[in-house]
């Protein structure tokens, strides 16, 4: 209550002060340091605001200073203020060329050339010419209380303020973007594939002004890559020089290579999906895309975390399952190990603790699509005179069988194929066949779609000694 109280009574008198009894020397000073324009922008509500400084020195305590600060209306607008240490900072009028500045504190303030009483924000007028001054002045009855707020001094403040110069330097407002062929995109996201060998990914860049086609001789920025190693995310950072001032930040993902190579086929126990090994990999994504009434969408289908088993069964549990007849398409993505980005403060990686987690480090491998063909059950062949009677369970989930016999149990020699287009078929009679060969059969069925002909896992073989 006594620090607030003291704080009001030094408000007060600041604001009711009578200018004729300052006392004849000036303790105090305030100065602003001035400098380039450009040099001195700050953001306020979006916009680029020259940001005035104002500090105070001086040889004891200050509990309350208050001044009129005038400028050139027809160079600046005031748009705003923020405070410094001091306890309460405020504006205590405007009007066009005037700010009337107070500032207090029930603690007391030690003058500090280095740390503002508060700042000030200018909108500067885009028209003035290179070369231009802005400058800041004091108008009459500045002054400071110091010593005891209970029995104030008050003295007049000196001016040290040193003007702004609007210089050839402008504040860079338009665009860098990556060079043609040097980046991929995925939607406005732009990335490149990992590079093991290279070592770094420095995809080249060309800054351009605001019309996005006048470029910006390279003699006006430095730039640096950071982050640019491993996959995640590389960061482009260019500053500006010479003939302009500000700074800009490109960012992009860095990707694991896809498998070159993926493979689908039907097996007893649902579909195998092969692919070949990714460099540096800590495991394997399998999407799934599935055309049926229910299911017409990507899923991030299952994680694969052993990096040296390259085959992973879809349809084995309860969880992964497939039905006969659906057509599926398949894509592998490699992923990398969780790591920290130290740009963005957050974690990048395959999410590991969850199987449809966020994958972001890698590129899907080729796509390749089958359908799901049950393994048909060869159920008996029965030898005839010159011919043998195969039959099978049928399945009308498909558009026909194939039969395949051979004079050998690895069906390399004397192999025959037969096509049966009727589904509903449950046996079929196969002739001219020679007396005392002993035949191998085995049978699988097959899906027509699109032009493209399925097939599913031959069944168990047979045999039978024709007559």
Same mark, same amino acid.
């Given at each position: 209550?006594?620090?607030?109280?003291?704080?009001?009574?030094?408000?007060?008198?600041?604001?009711?002060?009578?200018?004729?009894?300052?006392?004849?020397?000036?303790?105090?000073?305030?100065?602003?340091?001035?400098?380039?324009?450009?040099?001195?922008?700050?953001?306020?509500?979006?916009?680029?605001?020259?940001?005035?400084?104002?500090?105070?020195?001086?040889?004891?305590?200050?509990?309350?200073?208050?001044?009129?600060?005038?400028?050139?209306?027809?160079?600046?607008?005031?748009?705003?203020?923020?405070?410094?240490?001091?306890?309460?900072?405020?504006?205590?009028?405007?009007?066009?060329?005037?700010?009337?500045?107070?500032?207090?504190?029930?603690?007391?303030?030690?003058?500090?050339?280095?740390?503002?009483?508060?700042?000030?924000?200018?909108?500067?007028?885009?028209?003035?010419?290179?070369?231009?001054?802005?400058?800041?002045?004091?108008?009459?009855?500045?002054?400071?209380?110091?010593?005891?707020?209970?029995?104030?001094?008050?003295?007049?403040?000196?001016?040290?303020?040193?003007?702004?110069?609007?210089?050839?330097?402008?504040?860079?407002?338009?665009?860098?973007?990556?060079?043609?062929?040097?980046?991929? %995109?995925?939607?406005?996201?732009?990335?490149?594939?990992?590079?093991?060998?290279?070592?770094?990914?420095?995809?080249?860049?060309?800054?351009?002004?605001?019309?996005?086609?006048?470029?910006?001789?390279?003699?006006?920025?430095?730039?640096?890559?950071?982050?640019?190693?491993?996959?995640?995310?590389?960061?482009?950072?260019?500053?500006?020089?010479?003939?302009?001032?500000?700074?800009?930040?490109?960012?992009?993902?860095? %990707?694991?290579?896809?498998?070159?190579?993926?493979?689908?086929?039907?097996?007893?126990?649902?579909?195998?999906?092969? @692919?070949?090994?990714?460099?540096?990999?800590?495991?394997?994504?399998?999407?799934?895309?599935?055309?049926?009434?229910?299911?017409?969408? @990507?899923?991030?289908?299952?994680?694969?975390?052993?990096?040296?088993?390259?085959?992973?069964?879809?349809?084995?549990?309860?969880?992964?399952?497939?039905?006969?007849?659906?057509?599926?398409?398949?894509?592998?993505?490699?992923?990398?190990?969780?790591?920290?980005?130290?740009?963005?403060?957050?974690?990048?990686?395959?999410?590991?603790?969850?199987?449809?987690?966020?994958?972001?480090?890698?590129?899907?491998?080729?796509?390749?699509?089958?359908?799901?063909?049950?393994?048909?059950?060869?159920?008996?062949?029965?030898?005839?005179?010159?011919?043998?009677?195969?039959? @099978?369970?049928?399945?009308?989930?498909?558009?026909?069988?194939?039969?395949?016999?051979?004079?050998?149990?690895?069906?390399?020699?004397?192999?025959?194929?037969?096509?049966?287009?009727?589904?509903?078929?449950?046996?079929?009679?196969?002739?001219?066949?020679?007396?005392?060969?002993?035949?191998?059969?085995?049978?699988?069925?097959?899906?027509?779609?699109?032009?493209?002909?399925?097939?599913?896992?031959?069944?168990?073989?047979?045999?039978?000694?024709?007559?």
């Amino acid at each position: 209550m006594k620090k607030l109280l003291a704080m009001l009574l030094s408000l007060v008198m600041l604001l009711t002060f009578v200018p004729a009894a300052l006392a004849e020397d000036e303790a105090f000073t305030l100065a602003i340091e001035g400098g380039e324009v450009a040099e001195n922008l700050e953001k306020v509500n979006g916009e680029d605001c020259l940001a005035v400084p104002v500090v105070l020195t001086g040889s004891e305590n200050v509990f309350g200073v208050t001044f009129d600060l005038t400028y050139d209306a027809e160079q600046l607008t005031y748009v705003d203020y923020k405070g410094g240490a001091a306890d309460m900072t405020m504006i205590n009028g405007k009007t066009a060329g005037i700010v009337k500045c107070v500032v207090t504190s029930a603690e007391g303030m030690t003058p500090n050339a280095e740390e503002p009483i508060m700042t000030l924000y200018f909108k500067v007028n885009e028209e003035l010419e290179a070369g231009t001054e802005i400058a800041f002045a004091l108008a009459e009855g500045a002054f400071a209380e110091t010593v005891d707020p209970k029995a104030p001094v008050a003295c007049d403040i000196a001016a040290e303020f040193k003007p702004f110069i609007v210089s050839d330097v402008i504040p860079f407002t338009g665009v860098v973007k990556f060079n043609e062929g040097e980046v991929q %995109y995925k939607g406005a996201t732009p990335y490149v594939i990992w590079d093991h060998d290279a070592g770094i990914h420095t995809p080249a860049f060309t800054v351009y002004e605001e019309d996005g086609e006048t470029v910006i001789d390279p003699e006006n920025y430095d730039y640096e890559y950071k982050e640019n190693v491993y996959p995640g995310t590389g960061y482009l950072f260019v500053t500006f020089k010479g003939a302009y001032t500000g700074e800009a930040m490109l960012s992009f993902k860095i %990707y694991l290579p896809g498998p070159t190579e993926t493979y689908v086929e039907n097996v007893e126990n649902g579909i195998k999906v092969t @692919w070949t090994p990714v460099e540096d990999a800590a495991g394997y994504v399998i999407y799934r895309r599935a055309w049926s009434s229910t299911t017409d969408g @990507w899923t991030a289908f299952a994680r694969w975390d052993n990096t040296t088993e390259l085959t992973y069964i879809d349809g084995h549990d309860a969880a992964h399952q497939t039905y006969a007849g659906t057509r599926y398409q398949y894509g592998v993505k490699a992923y990398f190990t969780r790591r920290m980005d130290p740009i963005a403060g957050s974690e990048i990686g395959g999410n590991v603790n969850e199987p449809s987690g966020n994958f972001n480090l890698g590129e899907v491998g080729p796509l390749k699509t089958t359908v799901r063909i049950t393994t048909r059950v060869l159920n008996s062949v029965t030898a005839g005179t010159k011919q043998m009677t195969v039959k @099978w369970t049928p399945s009308k989930n498909f558009t026909g069988y194939q039969i395949k016999y051979a004079t050998d149990a690895n069906f390399t020699k004397n192999v025959v194929a037969v096509k049966i287009t009727d589904p509903s078929t449950a046996q079929k009679v196969i002739t001219g066949l020679t007396t005392g060969t002993t035949y191998y059969v085995v049978v699988r069925s097959y899906h027509e779609f699109n032009g493209m002909t399925y097939y599913g896992q031959w069944s168990n073989a047979l045999s039978c000694k024709v007559k």
